[in-house]
């Protein structure tokens, strides 16, 4: 096994190297027929938070013949000192190189990760173009919610899967298996058309003349829900999501028009609360937390949402049990809710208004009401909770000042319920970030708003929100910038994107790691506009860079939508 003791003193955070965690899978290397390398392309703590990846890797692992070992991207010191030794990128589980694997699986969950997807296939001694890949080399898969949008990513990746990866994990895994066992190693082309033959999957270098067909590939759905992981990787060091996760149900029964992930993760699937009930059991007795996040798009849509909060705090009052509830729906947050998670240690609760006006609420097709939020507050207030984060967006189609100056006013508003009802010192917390119009959503012909717009709105908030002594953080305007030029981009940016990891842009996520000069520079030099992605309105019959990928909604009732939503 590869020795680090010569590097890992150099580096900060050393464990996020070493392996060897609680839970973690190490397989016989020359046992199984198939390997395959699972990565989250940013820094360990990001990646370890990620449950998707967590559930593949247990999908994976559980099968006897295949084996699945995680990496991430290296810290630049990291990075430094291992090109210095001559160390290629390597698997956390059995530190082989990442090169000697038959698939490397890239998770796609955020469009400013990019350039990490290079830098790992880089580090590994992986050629960055699939075009340049032959025998001898893994291939190179990708997926998670960006790949709804494969385009700004085709050059570098051999094959995309589209959708949930529970099953087509294995599927591919197969047609590698079948692959090697036939000994057409050298056939690679063949292989990726095989792959192309499975649902759900694109492989952009079989149509070297641009895209396929619209509609050709069809998002994968996992239905029913398989059961929820139990067994996840226990970090050793402090993770960003560093708690026990049960995903309660999967999708959104709301339709509101801005939002991606209510349309790639549709249809709406639950797990009975006795499902739930049992995870919890499992995973808390096979990892030790003592914090509990119940995930889904919309937790209070949960129709047994109070009864299972309930239950939870009364089995679990002895081990002073915290449970959060991300995304809560306003409308749906009631009393008994905020009376159940009154007993439980620490709640922490985050409701969206993501507009301050009614009137563009109503555009949003957001469905709450400030009577809504209010009487959520007051719940959650008035039972004992005393922190409450809302999350807000500017820059949103048919937006004015006066819609940004309504925002201040809201928070205003809960301020009021917090100073009636809060037995203690409570806090409000205010999330706003620039409105990113994305792929497969009514909004996706909208432009982004300009760096100027975005500092003025900005500037409102600051000011107004100082006053009711409301803590405010902010998205960069200028990542707000990246993210839609590559959300929204086609394969040209490919190109761009290239031309800024060579410059040194990695870790663009990162606020003080962001290069927006070196980004603008890259676009001059590739000879494209980051505007013509960003900020150009698009015509409703454009044809756009993803019209081959179907997510189970039809483009003419996204039109439908938008027309309605602006006023067309």
């Not at 099968?63 to 995680?70: G, I």
């Not at 009393?335 to 240690?345: E, F, N, Y």
């Not at 994305?438 to 000011?463: D, G, M, N, V």
């Not at 305007?477 to 839609?484: C, F, N, R, V, Y």
Request: aromatic share 8%.
């Amino acid at each position: 096994m590869l020795n680090l003791d010569g590097i890992l003193y150099k580096v900060t955070k050393p464990a996020r190297y070493t392996g060897h965690e609680w839970n973690s899978v190490v397989k016989d290397w020359d046992g199984v027929e198939v390997k395959l390398a699972l990565a989250y392309p940013d820094v360990y703590e990001i990646g370890m938070s990620n449950l998707g990846l967590a559930i593949l890797y247990d999908v994976v692992n559980r099968q006897p013949h295949l084996l699945a070992e995680r990496f991430y991207t290296p810290w630049p010191d990291m990075a430094s000192a291992m090109q210095e030794a001559g160390i290629p990128l390597f698997s956390l589980e059995s530190r082989h190189w990442v090169r000697d694997f038959d698939v490397v699986g890239f998770s796609l969950g955020y469009e400013l990760t990019y350039t990490n997807v290079l830098q790992m296939l880089h580090l590994a001694g992986i050629p960055l173009h699939s075009w340049e890949r032959g025998e001898g080399h893994p291939l190179v898969v990708a997926g998670g919610s960006c790949a709804v949008n494969p385009e700004p990513m085709a050059d570098f990746v051999d094959c995309f899967v589209i959708g949930e990866g529970e099953e087509v994990i294995l599927e591919l895994a197969e047609v590698c298996r079948g692959w090697k066992k036939e000994g057409k190693g050298e056939d690679r082309k063949g292989l990726l058309k095989s792959m192309a033959e499975l649902p759900g999957v694109y492989v952009p270098s079989l149509y070297p003349g641009g895209h396929p067909p619209q509609a050709l590939v069809r998002r994968r759905v996992v239905s029913p829900l398989p059961p929820p992981l139990t067994r996840p990787v226990v970090p050793y060091i402090s993770v960003v999501h560093d708690r026990a996760m049960v995903e309660i149900q999967r999708g959104c029964p709301r339709a509101c028009r801005f939002c991606q992930a209510g349309v790639i993760y549709r249809p709406l699937r639950r797990r009975t609360p006795q499902e739930v009930m049992e995870a919890v059991e499992e995973l808390l007795k096979n990892t030790g937390y003592n914090e509990l996040s119940l995930l889904s798009l919309s937790s209070s849509d949960y129709p047994e949402i109070q009864g299972l909060v309930k239950a939870l705090v009364e089995r679990y009052q002895g081990r002073n049990l915290a449970i959060s509830l991300p995304s809560l729906r306003i409308d749906s947050f009631t009393i008994p809710l905020a009376q159940a998670l009154s007993g439980a240690k620490k709640p922490s609760l985050t409701f969206a208004p993501e507009a301050g006006s009614q009137r563009l609420r109503d555009v949003l097709r957001k469905g709450v009401t400030e009577d809504d939020l209010l009487r959520a507050t007051q719940a959650a207030f008035s039972h004992g909770l005393t922190s409450v984060k809302l999350y807000f967006m500017v820059g949103l189609p048919t937006e004015t000042l006066e819609d940004v100056q309504e925002i201040v006013r809201l928070v205003g508003k809960v301020r009021e319920e917090g100073r009636k009802h809060a037995s203690t010192r409570f806090q409000i917390k205010v999330s706003v970030a620039a409105f990113i119009p994305k792929p497969h959503t009514p909004f996706q012909w909208a432009p982004l708003c300009s760096e100027e717009e975005l500092e003025a709105k900005f500037q409102i908030l600051k000011r107004g929100l100082k006053k009711l002594e409301a803590h405010l953080s902010w998205q960069d305007p200028q990542q707000s910038w990246l993210e839609a030029a590559l959300a929204r981009g086609d394969g040209s940016v490919g190109r761009v994107i290239e031309e800024a990891w060579r410059r040194g842009c990695v870790f663009d996520a990162w606020s003080q790691d962001h290069r927006y000069q070196e980004w603008q520079q890259a676009f001059e030099t590739v000879g494209l506009d980051p505007d013509y992605y960003t900020r150009r309105p698009r015509a409703l019959e454009e044809p756009l860079p993803w019209d081959h990928i179907h997510c189970g909604v039809n483009p003419a009732v996204l039109r439908q939508e938008y027309r309605q939503a602006v006023g067309t």
